[in-house]
């Protein structure tokens, strides 16, 4: 038993006990507090990371952007790539709640679920008509080649006088 009242509407406290794993959540109550149904159903949304890299051509490996999102959980059937309005490359999916078990106790639910999308407004060098995604131990690649840019040719003048 605690020694110290609870003034934040708990009948028991644990901060006197030094190993709880409770924290107080002083946003508890409002609207879209941390276990609200907005917040579960959202979470996945933010939590989406994504890396956007450009490479330069190397030998044989062509110049390219190069998304990579981790997806942990999903496979390639739960994501859709797309590219909208010419130059937007859009990542979406859902990662399903587990469905409750009547005779399941829940300890803990920290894992995210909900849909996702990230939206990428790609540069004028993009090739839009050769990208490509594969999507491997949970992480998603996709591969935007970049237009090759020629060197001008450079013609010497001689000068007279």
Same mark, same amino acid.
């Given at each position: ?7 934040? #509407? ?5 901060? @006197?006990?030094?190993?709880? =794993? ?11 507090? @941390? %276990?609200?149904?907005?917040? $579960?159903?959202?979470?996945? =949304? ?6 956007? *890299?450009?490479?330069?051509?190397? !030998?044989?490996?062509?110049?390219? +952007? ?22 937007? =490359? ?5 990662? *399903?709640?587990?469905?409750?078990? *009547?005779?399941?106790?829940? +300890?803990?639910?920290?894992? @995210?679920?909900?849909?996702? =999308?990230?939206?990428?407004? /790609?540069?004028?060098?993009? $090739?839009? &008509?050769?990208? !490509?995604?594969?999507? %491997?131990?949970?992480? /998603? ?8 840019? $020629?060197?001008? &040719? ?6 007279? #006088?």
């Amino acid at each position: 038993m605690s020694l110290i009242p609870s003034f934040f #509407g708990s009948s028991r406290s644990n901060i @006197s006990d030094p190993f709880s =794993l409770e924290v107080w959540d002083p946003f508890k109550d409002f609207p879209f507090s @941390s %276990e609200s149904q907005f917040a $579960k159903e959202n979470s996945a =949304l933010v939590n989406t990371r994504v890396d956007w *890299k450009e490479t330069r051509q190397w !030998k044989e490996t062509r110049a390219a +952007h190069v998304f990579k999102a981790d997806l942990p959980g999903l496979n390639k059937e739960e994501v859709k790539v797309e590219v909208e309005d010419d130059r937007v =490359l859009q990542i979406s999916g859902e990662r *399903k709640m587990e469905k409750e078990e *009547k005779k399941d106790t829940w +300890h803990r639910v920290e894992r @995210s679920s909900g849909k996702f =999308l990230r939206r990428f407004r /790609l540069p004028e060098n993009a $090739k839009m &008509d050769e990208i !490509k995604a594969s999507m %491997e131990n949970g992480v /998603l690649t996709v591969t935007v080649p970049k237009v090759e840019v $020629k060197k001008p &040719d450079v013609k010497s003048i001689e000068i007279s #006088g």
